[in-house]
């Protein structure tokens, strides 16, 4: 595989690995290429907020991530500038859930994605709308 069709796999490992909030959440990579993301994690106790049900910070955050990755891939930095989430389900301990991230309109300035979470029974739990902008910063230099 040439280093120009593995891109979307080195800038993940490489955000990955510095990303220590992800790390922390244990955010899995399911799938990566330019322009898509798939994510997963596991709802733990800890995750819980007072009614017994995940915080949302948690189903924001995972999508957050695919968004960073999935507006990565490319190999030029993006930045998100304007998200938003509406949460449709309540998610409990153990539930495995996926945000899934997929590119709706990309310029050379501007960038849109739309990150679908649901859970372990393929169910909707949260709709995530996120634009980014490209900054035109490589991820890594050309050899």
């Given at each position: 595989m040439s280093k120009e069709h593995n891109i979307p796999q080195r800038v993940v490992e490489k955000m990955y690995s510095e990303d220590f909030f992800s790390q922390w959440l244990g955010i899995k990579v399911v799938a990566i290429r330019q322009g898509y993301c798939l994510l997963q994690l596991t709802i733990?106790?800890?995750?819980l907020n007072g009614f017994g049900i995940a915080h949302g910070g948690i189903s924001y955050?995972?999508?957050?991530?695919?968004?960073?990755?999935?507006s990565n891939s490319y190999g030029i930095?993006?930045?998100s500038i304007e998200t938003s989430i509406s949460h449709t389900a309540p998610l409990t301990?153990?539930?495995?859930?996926?945000?899934e991230a997929t590119e709706v309109s990309r310029t050379n300035k501007i960038a849109i994605y739309n990150v679908h979470v649901t859970n372990q029974l393929n169910?909707?739990?949260?709709?995530?709308?996120g634009t980014v902008y490209i900054?035109?910063?490589e991820w890594?230099?050309?050899d």
């Amino acid at each position: 595989m040439s280093k120009e069709h593995n891109i979307p796999q080195r800038v993940v490992e490489k955000m990955y690995s510095e990303d220590f909030f992800s790390q922390w959440l244990g955010i899995k990579v399911v799938a990566i290429r330019q322009g898509y993301c798939l994510l997963q994690l596991t709802i733990v106790k800890q995750m819980l907020n007072g009614f017994g049900i995940a915080h949302g910070g948690i189903s924001y955050s995972l999508a957050d991530s695919a968004l960073a990755f999935a507006s990565n891939s490319y190999g030029i930095q993006s930045v998100s500038i304007e998200t938003s989430i509406s949460h449709t389900a309540p998610l409990t301990e153990g539930d495995v859930i996926n945000a899934e991230a997929t590119e709706v309109s990309r310029t050379n300035k501007i960038a849109i994605y739309n990150v679908h979470v649901t859970n372990q029974l393929n169910k909707t739990v949260a709709l995530f709308k996120g634009t980014v902008y490209i900054t035109h910063k490589e991820w890594f230099q050309k050899d």
